[in-house]
């Protein structure tokens, strides 16, 4: 029966001129799972893109803020993220004033001052003026300062700035840099330093406002994120791209409902395409299926011979489908996503 | 007296047409013996495909009954009648029904695909060599004139070696030289193979080549002869 069933199949498909529905049907199935495959895999990737991209506004994919030095407040945190095999690095954050190395003239400059460690940011990058991304963090008599901060201070690469008690050499200045999400604390010109120099700034006293952040990336964050959301912490903030910004988690939404509506109209009209061609092929079968069923093909047999032709058919428009899914999302990609 | 292999008796089919009924066949009586051949005739609309319908177990009665060897058909579920058919009958149709998108070859396997047998292929190309096809086994029925398809649907009819052979007009799409042929092949066959064969036309020759002939008038007999052939 499978032997019949198969050849009539090939037949329909491939010589008989009668079996033009057969054609139609695995054009219909075949193009019902390109469409939806093709979109699928582009909203997954579009998606993806959008996530990292709003991820490297945040320096990571999710960000512990807490009140006390991270060594202790969030030991167990820590632990966790090097448990599921994610990235991490920490940073202090903080404001203070800048000012000039023998510069009476002038003023110093309130600056949001980052502390950062090896592996900073783990998401986005740090652009200088020429659109080159910076690699690595500044050395530990060194500091990066933002192009408002070097205006209003009037330094150059080279330029001495205080901090605290200690003396940095400005060695880049940057256009770009992550965590430009945040609150109102990002209004202020920035500087970034390496956190093995704050110690020695004295900057951070008892009572200081900084605020002390782990940094975790990876593919599994969302798994790692919800651990931390079940292991609240007083004095800690949880921050994600979507809670810390409204409207690049609105935008990340309308994306996805419109993609997914996208899917679901090529789904609906497959699906009508679909329903055409079997009622037109079912139509050509009938006939065919009267004079086995005269020749005394038992209904199990007619059933098997269905079953066998229509779960081919639909393994070989699968297949057919799912390599028009990829050219079809290749192309999506081509033609919507920057180069 | 031995039992026959295929008896109507008192055969009768109505069908309700709007208000009335209308009476295709009427009290019909066929007694045919093993090897025995029968030709039903009469003009059109006198319900000769219905009651060939009825004997071969296509179609159910509105009363009477159809025996072949000793089992009454109205017992016989559809699957059970489609099972006696797959082993014991064979169908020769006016218009061929070959299925256009098989071989002549796969066309002649199918009722031996249908009933399970492993040497279909074999049997098959012997049929198609006795029907004189034994080049065209790889043709479509498109690619084969009427008479050839005629032949094909013959070899088909007689591949699982059935007990009783219903044809329907088996020539009438076909020229009269055609005709000839096929009607001598399809006589021919039935005696090396000691089929019982039922056939229905308008054909009076061929007809008269039969053991018995019913002439069907308005659904009932209106005569009934025998020949008797050396």
Redesign the interface.
Known sequence: ?L??AL??LR??LF??T??SETRVLLLALAMAVASVGAVSLFAEKVQRSLKQQAAGLLGADVLLAFDKPVKEAAAPYLAEARRQGLSNTQSTRFMSMTGKVNDSNTMPVLTDVKAVQTDYPLRGRIVNRQGQALTGIPATQEVWIDERLADKLGAQTGTQVQLGKSIFTISNIFAEEPEIAGSFITMSPKLIMNEQALAATELLQLGNRASFRLHVAGDNSADYLAWVKSHPQTGMRVDTVNELRPEVRSTLERAEKFLSLTALLAVLLAAVAVVLATRRSIARELD?MA?????????W?LYQLLAVQFSALLVLALMVGLVFAYIGHGLLLWAFLPK | MSTPLLRAHELCKSVPVENTTLHILKDVNVHLESGETLAIVGASGSGKTTLLGLLAG?DRASSGEVFWDTQALSALS??QL??????H?G?VFQSF?L????TAL?NVM??L???GKSNARAQAKLWLDKVGLGARLEH?PKQLSGGEQQRVAIARAFVNEPKLLFADEPTGNLDSSTCEAINELMFALNRSSGTTLVLVTHDLTLAAQCGQQLRLHGGQITAHTRTNYA
């Open positions: 029966m032997e019949l050849t009539f037949r329909a010589k008989n009668a079996g065919q004079l086995m069923r005269c020749l005394g093909a038992s209904k047999q | 296509l559809e699957e489609a099972a006696y058919r797959k082993t009958i169908f029904q299925l256009p998108s098989l796969e199918l009722p695909q249908l009933a479509t």
